[in-house]
């Protein structure tokens, strides 16, 4: 099982359209959490960080369930310009904190 | 503020030559790392460091040496080059447990 799974997708959504996605991570003793946009092979550029209590930045929510072992994001009145690929960051800590990236989930937003 | 630069940003190699991908950041950072990105793969860690003069294997390490001489750079060594090294190369950096910092990019071709 990878450390940290995403469902690719493609999620093909009209504009304007509510679309979420989840990220599992295997790890209990992961200790910090990101999503990261990335377009077209160019670098990924993070988005927003999750905490515990949730958080939000415009018109996009980020949540975290450490019970379940889960990140997700939630994408609100989607833009065309959202269209991309959403990659899920997991930091675990053995001696060094370690990022583990998932392989993405990719957006595809349509008129 | 440059943030992270990653030299070159193209390159093609024959089978059996050596090259090194340099990488550098101005943010005072401990952690650097190299990544590459092949399709439908995700990012997956070559190697990283946790400070200057440190260097640690990450999960595809085989084929690559790294050295962090300075606190700034990060050298990626390829010293024979095979075509399973074709792919894209990112170098990030964090503070610890934040947020990462990526390069440009480099592609590279091995022939």
């Known amino acids: 099982r990878k450390e940290v799974e995403q469902d690719p997708g493609p999620f093909n959504v009209p504009e304007g359209a509510t679309v979420a996605f989840n990220c599992t991570y295997s790890n209990s003793a992961s200790q910090s959490f990101f999503w990261y946009r990335q377009d077209c092979r160019k670098e990924p550029k993070l988005l927003m960080s999750?905490?515990?209590s949730g958080n939000e930045d415009g018109r996009f929510t980020a949540q975290l369930n450490r019970a379940s072992q889960y990140i997700s994001l939630l994408i609100r009145d989607s833009k065309l310009s959202d269209s991309a690929t959403y990659l899920c960051?997991?930091?675990?800590?053995?001696?060094?904190?370690?990022?583990?990236f998932g392989r993405g989930t990719s957006l595809i937003v349509h008129p | 503020n440059a943030g992270v630069t990653q030299t070159p940003k193209f390159r093609v190699l024959k089978t059996g030559q050596s090259m090194t991908l340099l990488c550098a950041q101005d943010m005072n950072h401990e952690y650097m790392y190299w990544y590459r990105q092949d399709p439908g793969m995700g990012l997956r860690l070559i190697h990283y460091s946790v400070g200057e003069g440190t260097t640690a294997k990450g999960e595809v390490p085989d084929g690559y040496n790294v050295s962090r001489l300075k606190k700034q750079n990060f050298l990626l060594g390829l010293e024979s080059a095979a075509p399973s090294q074709t792919s894209v190369y990112f170098c990030?950096?964090?503070?610890?447990?934040?947020?990462?910092?990526f390069g440009n990019g480099t592609r590279l071709t091995v022939t």
């Open positions: 990030a950096s964090s503070y610890y447990n934040s947020p990462l910092h």
């Open positions: 960051v997991v930091n675990s800590r053995g001696g060094s904190y370690i990022p583990t």
């Open positions: 999750v905490y515990s």
